[in-house]
């Protein structure tokens, strides 16, 4: 189903990759956790990779929805899951800075923080976000001007702990369901009126 729009969500597209592409996609993903491909497989040489990539049109500049993505409080507003952002460096997102969050994980809250891995204004976000005792991914948010607005992309590759263990195409067609939604909140958030 590459390149398949969602049903009902207009402006969204979500990537599901067949297993054929799994090359591909490791190489993409390798771009985003900084490891080798090896580095993307189940331990002890399991099926490769797979990511979740969701896209969609928002009516504003990039640098409008990166002013978005650098204002950690407003990643309570759109994340789907997220609860409080509860502290952040003064400098977020400078390389290296985090915001401190809750989240929820069905009733239950989970505390902890999100790292800035590779910041290229107004085009690229990469963060590092753990959700411990779940896992921790990496999360690529790249935004390209497209018709007189932005292109946002979400991809999200579970790097540690069980979810990266366990990765699957059921987890990320979970992940690309979260994101639709997420990316239409940010779109709310970015476009003016």
């Not at 993903?29 to 399991?46: F, K, V």
Request: contains cysteine.
């Amino acid at each position: 189903l590459a390149g398949a729009r969602r049903a009902g969500v207009p402006g969204c597209e979500v990537n599901t990759h067949a297993r054929e592409d799994y090359p591909v996609i490791c190489a993409a993903a390798s771009r985003l956790t900084g490891t080798g491909l090896h580095g993307l497989r189940r331990p002890g040489g399991g099926r490769p990779c797979v990511m979740a990539t969701t896209t969609t049109h928002v009516d504003a500049s990039p640098e409008r929805v990166f002013a978005v993505l650098s204002d950690p409080r407003s990643y309570e507003y759109w994340v789907v899951g997220s609860k409080e952002i509860r502290h952040w460096d003064a400098d977020f997102p400078a390389l290296g800075t985090s915001f401190h969050h809750t989240f929820l994980i069905g009733p239950v809250p989970i505390r902890d923080r999100t790292t800035v891995l590779e910041i290229d204004p107004p085009r690229r976000l990469l963060l590092r976000a753990r959700a411990r005792p779940t896992g921790v991914a990496h999360v690529a948010l790249d935004l390209e001007a497209k018709d007189g607005g932005t292109q946002v992309s979400i991809t999200e590759v579970p790097v540690e702990g069980v979810a990266a263990r366990l990765h699957n195409p059921l987890q990320d067609k979970l992940i690309q369901m979260r994101n639709v939604e997420s990316l239409r909140r940010l779109k709310k958030l970015a476009e003016p009126g």
